[in-house]
């Protein structure tokens, strides 16, 4: 456990330590609020709700969660980081984990960030607090699913550019996945299969303020799988079997 | 001892850690296919959006007899939005709360579906779309049929599943009714025509209700009617006045629609309503309708134009959930209704019954008075009498046994509310808000409380003077995407360059 806390230790002083953690952390609070409140014009608009501020986030950390996913194990691979971390006596599994626990624990501190929006906003108008209570289990859930894919495509990249690019791809991708099937004609059914799986489509469903247990549990099943994923390629570097 | 190729013990360990994984995942993957099927899931709005209402189930539980519900739903339709899903899942919910006898049946409308959902009486609509780069339009079905015993009721088109409940849950309550209520409808302005000009609302109370209009110099109100609809009373003539005070002293149930001014459309000049009749009605039922005209700025998102400066024009009021009595089975979970040239009503302490409002404005509406102008290239005019007049004004309200025994009266402060003026602006919550108060009339107060699944946030009303309003926005704004994220920037530039000042020292 003394090893995990280390590499969360270590793996959060590298973000502050770095021009990147900073810049993303700035780019989310600034563009998330910047188009709430210019872009959607929210006064003009005269309501009291937070649905559009939520509904910039998807995209937004569809862009930014991989600039912060990208350098994980590939900065690690190219400085030799991967060796040093390899004769710890630390699983493989735990070695992810804890990389995915800095993240998390960075995310909440950006969204811990964006609390004077919604404070701010219900000093002019009357919030429901649940419903934001629960938009931010929403935001939160996806900024983890989103982080453990990123994590998942960095263990597979040496290039911190591939890894970026590769991790927005797929962002998009599981995002929106529910338009392939409208634009390829290939019938309902495939397109109620396909929401089933969108990140967007769940936190969506979730952000409108019913927290349900199918959507919080296929957040969970999807952040294990792509850890599991990780913890395998990972492991299949380290030790040159699978994991 | 010979070992056998993959079965070391770290192989084994890695095997079993393959299968907790897979098995998790399996069990997550049921878990996510029927967790919606099970319910788990917390409706945490406001407005209890995503739960049924009590009176649902209290509906349901009136259910002896099988009743089905049939879904007719195109393919085209769940391609293009999970809005069907949505409705299905709240059928579900239908289907689990009523038991044995209640079914629910999803019918594709495709060829054998399609047709039967014409001889149902439904019809396809067109919807657009988007498609690539241009607009597409598509012809589809949404549309709800209810069968109980040898009735039925049939919902031709659910636009969104906001209104799904309300509307499915009153179509119950019909069905299960053998004869629809009988309610009279009594005109008092002249010049005015049932099928003309409220031909909108006829057209959504008659296939619940069978209208009886009650016209001519003396009319009667027969025994056997179960409520009473008076719309428009500029003209109220001592007849009308002396016949309906007759019926509610009985302890008859009337929504009465009334005006306190009479706009000339032509000049857009106002005059006050004086009728006597009108008063002696209304203060049978303890009120008094004020002759001003209500203007309400923070509250008037309906109308399509704005004067010169930017004043809201024309000066309709838009109420909503805000401006509700939540104490109220009629404004419990409704919408709000639009006003169309409101006055004030006067609430009366009640020697004998009770009563309050139902809706009212905001703290920042104001009145006009005589001379009243409401011409929009005088827009001052319209804020003459405002620093006289600013306060909160009731412009529906009810009462009950302040008549007579057993008598219930709901007064709204604008006729034009329940009008065809309800096509032109969309407002459409006017008329249910007709439905439910001729329901709670009736003594079905449960019923009146049925709720919609419309999202229906307040406004940024919690600071009424401008100035300081628009300061605490410039300042949440300013804050939040400038000042937080360059205070971060600032945060990350001394960190490094901390960072970089003890990198130099180590490395000296």
């Not at chain 1, 939160?140 to 590769?166: D, H, R």
């Not at chain 2, 209640?102 to 060829?111: L, P, T, Y």
């Not at chain 2, 015993?149 to 031709?156: H, Y």
Request: net charge negative.
């Amino acid at each position: 456990m003394t090893g995990a806390y280390a590499i969360v230790r270590r793996d959060l002083l590298a973000l502050t330590n770095s021009a990147i953690g900073w810049v993303v952390a700035a780019l989310m609070l600034a563009l998330s609020a910047g188009a709430f409140f210019w872009v959607n014009a929210f006064l003009a608009r005269d309501v009291a709700s937070m649905d559009a501020y939520f509904a910039t986030w998807p995209a937004l950390l569809a862009f930014l969660i991989p600039a912060l996913t990208m350098r994980v194990f590939a900065e690690e691979r190219s400085s030799g980081m991967d060796e040093m971390i390899g004769v710890l006596p630390i699983s493989t599994g735990r070695v992810v984990a804890a990389k995915f626990a800095s993240l998390g624990i960075y995310l909440l501190f950006v969204m811990l960030m964006t609390v004077p929006v919604p404070l701010g906003v219900s000093l002019l108008g009357e919030l429901s607090p649940s419903l934001v209570l629960v938009q931010y289990v929403a935001l939160l859930l996806l900024g983890l699913t989103m982080a453990s894919v990123g994590l998942f495509v960095s263990s597979l990249c040496a290039s911190q550019l591939l890894a970026y690019v590769l991790t927005t791809l797929v962002l998009f991708g599981l995002s929106f996945v529910d338009s392939l099937p409208v634009m390829l004609g290939l019938g309902a059914q495939w397109v109620e299969a396909a929401r089933l799986i969108s990140l967007d489509a769940r936190y969506g469903r979730l952000s409108q303020g019913l927290l349900d247990v199918a959507d919080i549990v296929f957040f969970a099943a999807m952040v294990a799988v792509f850890l599991r994923a990780a913890t395998h390629a990972i492991h299949a570097r380290r030790y040159g079997t699978n994991g | 001892m010979d070992r056998v190729r993959g079965s070391t013990p770290v192989s084994r360990t890695r095997r079993v850690q393959w299968g907790v994984t897979l098995l998790v995942i399996a069990v997550c993957a049921v878990v996510l296919a029927n967790a919606e099927l099970l319910g788990i899931a917390a409706d945490l709005t406001p407005e209890e959006r995503f739960s049924l209402s009590d009176a649902t189930y209290a509906l349901l539980d009136d259910v002896d007899d099988p009743l089905e519900i049939r879904y007719y739903v195109s393919d085209r339709l769940r391609e293009l939005s999970d809005e069907p899903q949505r409705k299905e899942a709240l059928l579900r919910r239908y289907s689990d709360a009523g038991g044995a006898n209640v079914r629910v049946k999803i019918v594709s409308a495709a060829d054998d579906g399609a047709r039967e959902a014409e001889e149902a009486g439904l019809r396809a609509e067109q919807i657009q779309h988007e498609n690539g780069d241009s607009i597409g339009v598509s012809s589809v079905y949404s549309g709800l049929t209810v069968s109980y015993l040898d009735r039925s009721r049939m919902i031709p088109f659910l636009f969104g599943h906001g209104q799904l409940e309300y509307q499915l849950s009153n179509a119950i309550y019909d069905v299960l009714r053998a004869e629809r209520p009988r309610v009279a409808v009594m005109l008092g302005t002249h010049g005015e025509e049932l099928d003309v000009d409220y031909a909108e609302l006829v057209d959504e109370l008659s296939d619940r209700f069978q209208l009886v209009e009650l016209s001519g110099e003396k009319p009667e109100i027969p025994d056997d009617i179960d409520a009473v609809l008076l719309l428009g009373a500029r003209d109220l003539t001592g007849a009308q006045s002396q016949e309906l005070r007759r019926y509610l002293d009985g302890g008859g149930r009337a929504l009465l629609t009334v005006d306190g001014i009479r706009i000339d459309l032509n000049t857009l000049e106002g005059e006050p309503v004086e009728n006597e009749a009108l008063d002696g009605l209304l203060d049978s039922v303890g009120f008094r309708v004020e002759p001003y005209a209500v203007m309400d700025e923070r509250s008037n998102p309906i109308s399509d134009g704005t004067a010169p400066g930017g004043t809201p024009y024309p000066p309709w009021i838009r109420t909503d959930r805000r401006n509700a009595s939540p104490d109220h089975p009629v404004t419990r979970f409704s919408a709000g209704i639009d006003f169309f040239w409101p006055s004030p009503l006067l609430i009366d302490d009640f020697d004998n019954g009770r009563g309050g409002p139902l809706l009212v404005t905001t703290p920042g509406a104001w009145l006009q008075g005589e001379p009243m102008r409401f011409h929009p290239d005088e827009p001052s005019v319209l804020y003459r009498d405002r620093d006289a007049s600013v306060g909160s004004y009731a412009l529906a309200a009810w009462s009950e046994n302040a008549a007579g025994e057993g008598s219930r009266a709901i007064v709204v402060g604008d006729s034009d509310f329940a009008s065809n003026l309800v096509f032109y602006t969309g407002s459409f919550q006017n008329y249910m808000f007709v439905e439910r108060s001729i329901l709670w009339l009736f003594g079905e107060d449960q019923m009146a409380t049925v709720h919609t699944r419309r999202r229906d946030p307040g406004a940024l009303d919690r600071i009424e003077p401008e100035f300081p309003r628009l300061l605490i926005s410039r300042i949440v704004e300013s804050l939040n995407a400038v000042v937080l994220p360059v205070m971060l920037l600032l945060a990350g530039y001394l960190r490094l360059r901390r960072r970089r000042k003890i990198d130099q020292g180590e490395r000296a």
